[in-house]
T-cell receptor, first 108, second 114 residues
Framework: KNEVEQSPQNLTAQEGEFITINCSYSVGISALHWLQQHPGGGIVSLFMLSSGKKKHGRLIATINIQEKHSSLHITASHPRDSAVYICAVKGSNYKLTFGKGTLLTVNP | EAGVTQFPSHSVIEKGQTVTLRCDPISGHDNLYWYRRVMGKEIKFLLHFVKESKQDESGMPNNRFLAERTGGTYSTLKVQPAELEDSGVYFC????????????FGQGTRLTVV
């Protein structure tokens, strides 16, 4: 079982819908990252958080340290949001442990 | 400011050949990481440099992989000899000094061993 589990693996939505991607982890962490990768593109860091909630534009990330769970929300989704969203956690050392990613497709 | 750059973007080599991947981190970033995604699997850690020193190389698959970061600037990852299972996307990331600093990723190098 992977230390970082994401759900769902695949998600298809209509433009304008509210999207939630979940991430659960089984180890103690110092920080959690949400990353985005467009098809054929590099990885872009969306958020790094260790507690509470962060918001950037239409993206919101929350984390519950006690429950070892984080969510990434996208409001008013748009086709350009179509990408793979990856959750990664950092433990007591520097390296990141990644989830398998969630493939999001937003149809117009 | 330039981001993390990786060369080449794609490489197709035959089994048994040697390939060298290069990563140029963001200037001033002490931390440099190599990661790999094998098809269908999650991205996995390979190793971590702090300046020119290997801080953690616990993720290196075997001794066919050699990473260097001479002078603490750019890094190279050499695979010699390459095997079919080495195919995947190799990502480099860099971050400033400190534990919880944000990591910036390169575009990745897609390696195909045939």
């Amino acid at each position: 079982k992977n230390e970082v589990e994401q759900s769902p693996q695949n998600l298809t939505a209509q433009e304008g819908e509210f999207i939630t991607i979940n991430c659960s982890y089984s180890v103690g962490i110092s920080a959690l990252h949400w990353l985005q990768q467009h098809p054929g593109g590099g990885i872009v860091s969306l958020f790094m958080l260790s507690s509470g909630k962060k918001k950037h534009g239409r993206l919101i990330a929350t984390i519950n340290i006690q429950e070892k769970h984080s969510s990434l929300h996208i409001t008013a989704s748009h086709p350009r949001d179509s990408a793979v969203y990856i959750c990664a956690v950092k433990g007591s050392n520097y390296k990141l442990t990644f989830g398998k990613g969630t493939l999001l497709t937003v149809n117009p | 400011e330039a981001g993390v750059t990786q060369f080449p973007s794609h490489s197709v080599i035959e089994k048994g050949q040697t390939v060298t991947l290069r990563c140029d981190p963001i200037s001033g970033h002490d931390n440099l990481y190599w990661y790999r995604r094998v098809m269908g699997k999650e991205i996995k850690f390979l190793l971590h440099f702090v300046k020119e020193s290997k801080q953690d190389e616990s993720g290196m698959p075997n001794n066919r992989f050699l990473a260097e970061r001479t002078g603490g600037t750019y890094s190279t990852l050499k695979v010699q000899p390459a095997e079919l299972e080495d195919s995947g996307v190799y990502f480099c990331a860099s971050s400033p000094s400190g534990m919880n600093t944000e990591a910036f990723f390169g575009q990745g190098t897609r390696l195909t061993v045939v």
